[in-house]
């Protein structure tokens, strides 16, 4: 079996606006957000007195990425933060298809939001 297509990736964020805008910027729509929380919701995940906002983005054709950001209990960072580019996990999001301006994003890793500290470059392919 080939997978075919993904169609929701999690990311955790600590600043959800920042999350929010740096996907917008690549071209994905804010589709929903809300809120969660409760006994119901921290026996689904596995944590006690959750609480937490969720914005799920869409990319043109369809494809799925959502954005928690914990209030209750607070976010934990895992593995050192200024990882090296061969550490496992998550390294980048690209966008297969870009248009013909092509815009560079670079983020420090540093600071409680790598979004946050992020600039950006443009550049005509």
């Known amino acids: 079996m080939t997978l075919k297509r993904m169609d929701n990736v999690l990311i955790v964020v600590d600043d959800l606006e920042a999350a929010k805008a740096f996907f917008i910027e690549l071209g994905l729509k804010l ?48 593995g050192p933060v200024d990882a090296p580019v061969n550490t496992l996990g998550i390294r980048r999001v690209m966008s297969p298809s870009m248009t013909s301006t092509l815009s560079l994003r670079t983020c420090s890793p540093t600071g409680p939001s790598s979004l946050a500290n992020c600039s950006t470059r443009t550049r005509t392919a």
């Not at 929903?32 to 006994?39: A, C, H, K």
């Not at 906002?53 to 209030?71: N, S, V």
């Open 31 to 78: 589709e929903g957000e809300t809120t969660v929380e409760g006994p119901l919701v921290g026996r689904l995940i596995g944590l006690k007195d959750v609480r937490a906002t969720l914005a799920m983005m869409r990319t043109p054709d369809g494809q799925g990425i959502e954005l928690d950001k914990f209030h209750t209990p607070n976010a934990i960072r895992f």
